[in-house]
Each structure stands twice: as C-alpha cells, then as structure tokens.
C-alpha cells in the first residue's frame, strides 16, 4: 500500500478506521447523518484494493443517486491514483441492473435491445391504457395510478397477486390499470425503471449459470444508504453475496427517504 494511502487511513477516527480494515464477512456500519458514512465506504473500497490485493473487477459497490454515485467514484479516484489502481464499478442499483440485463436479459424474455421508459414515459402509458379503459376518474388519476404500480412493483408484487389480493374498488381498478400497463410494455419489448430490478431477480434466481457468474466476478458488495434498500434490491445482494458472505453495508436506521418507493428500513435492522 502506498504511503499516502496509509495517510489517509491516519485521518480517520477510530471508529471510522475500525469499519475501513475491518476483516472479511457480512459487516454493517450504523451511523447518523453527517458522521461520514460515505466516506467509510471509499476509505474500504481503497483499502480492500491497495491493501488487500482486491482486484477492481471483482468488486461492486452501489448507491441510490447518480450524485452519491459520481461522488464516490470521485472520492475512490482520488484515493487510489497515488498507488494507480484503477477504480472498481461504483453505480446505482438501476445502472448496475442495466449491465446485467443487456448481456444476459435474453433468458427472461426481454430482447436483445429493449427500450427503458423514464417516469415520463410511463405516466404517459399509464394514461393511455387508463383511456382505454375508461379507468379514470377522480379517485385514481393516471399520476396516482403510477404511484401505486411502482409501489406495487417495489413490494415485489406480481399483477396476478394484485388482482388476487385487490380490496374495495379502487385497488381492483388500480390493479385492471397494473395489468394493463404490464401487458403493454411486454409487447412493445419496453420495462421501467421498476422492472430493472425485478427482471434481475428473477434472473439471478431462475438461472444458475448467470448467478453464477456475477457471484464469481463481484467477490466483495459494498452498499451505501442501505436503509434505502427496499424488497427487490435487498434480494439482489443477498442472492449476490449468499455464497462467499462478503457483504459491507453503510447506512441509518433513522434516516430512511425513500419509504413512499418501498425501501424496508427492516433491511438494515435484521441485518
């Protein structure tokens, strides 16, 4: 390691210092806002790499923004020039799903080169199969119906357990909405933002061969604001790291904003 880099490990508090050298398995660190957890987890992706021989492929780590993800790639640069080790693959989930889904989506139906609808997009779907339908009115505008589908999808629920489960006629109208909109991006070989993370579930689950392959290129996670996490992201890592357990995650239990899409502060409490 080189030795700016073991000057900058000098720089940190112990605490900070105990979670960044800390040895191999599943680590959790708690911590409040404005205490660096952040920085933790550049300080660990540098030390794994210039300390521990980590090679940059082999490791991951994801956050929730493309802000908190550029910066932390800025943060690891500036680390590991002095020792010119190349930066490892820091994304958000939806990038990182992206990756998998272009080399390998083929297994769970989606084409080669399938289109990803941004929130414009789906909004604009949802209202033509409202329309269609003549689903709408004022208790389920197309923006709320839009909210409950990604809520739904978040929940990792299925539309035929959302027409199964559906209480009172809003939610059965919401799922006719569900079902519709799900039908339509199928046949135009088109998924959301949602379905990145659900079709890489299923893709890691139904086929062992890819699960695999990702379990044996990305040998350590690391996963900033856990607390955000919501079903379908907390099953990606589990089913990433369930073999070899190398799983390091920063976050707040206190501190979660991103409940009204899902995340399940419980993923880091039950850690």
């Known amino acids: 390691m080189s030795a700016r880099l073991e000057h900058l490990l000098d720089d940190l508090n112990p605490s900070q210092r105990e979670a960044v050298i800390a040895g191999d398995g599943p680590l959790l660190v708690l911590a409040g806002a404005g205490s660096g957890k952040t920085r933790v987890i550049a300080y660990r992706i540098a030390w794994l790499l210039a300390h521990r021989g980590l090679s940059p492929r082999s490791l991951l780590a994801v956050t929730f923004t493309n802000k908190a993800a550029g910066e932390m790639k800025r943060r690891v640069e500036e680390l590991l020039a002095p020792a010119g080790i190349k930066s490892p693959l820091i994304a958000t989930f939806h990038s990182v799903c992206v990756r998998i889904l272009r080399q390998h989506g083929t297994h769970v139906g989606l084409p080669s080169h399938f289109t990803i609808y941004d929130e414009d997009d789906r909004l604009a779907l949802v209202k033509e199969c409202m329309k269609d339908g003549e689903l709408a009115d ?12 990604s809520y739904l999808k978040n929940q990792m629920t299925a539309v035929s ?36 993370l659900l ?40 089913l990433l790291t369930q073999e070899h357990r190398n799983i390091r995650v920063v976050g707040d239990s206190d501190q979660s904003i991103y409940k009204w899409r899902g995340a399940d502060v419980r993923n880091i409490l039950d850690f």
């Open 199 to 238: 079709l890489v579930v299923r893709l890691l689950a139904e086929i062992p061969e890819v699960l695999a392959w990702y379990r044996g290129l990305w040998r350590s996670v690391l996963v900033d604001e856990y607390q955000d996490t919501n079903r379908a992201q907390y099953r990606i890592v589990r």
């Open 161 to 196: 357990e959302a027409l199964r489960d559906a209480r009172g006629p809003w939610e059965k109208k919401a799922a006719l909405v569900y079902s519709r909109y799900d039908k339509r991006l199928r046949e135009t070989g088109a998924v959301d933002f949602d379905d990145l």
């Open 138 to 149: 004022r208790s389920l505008t197309p923006s709320t119906a839009a909210h409950r589908i």
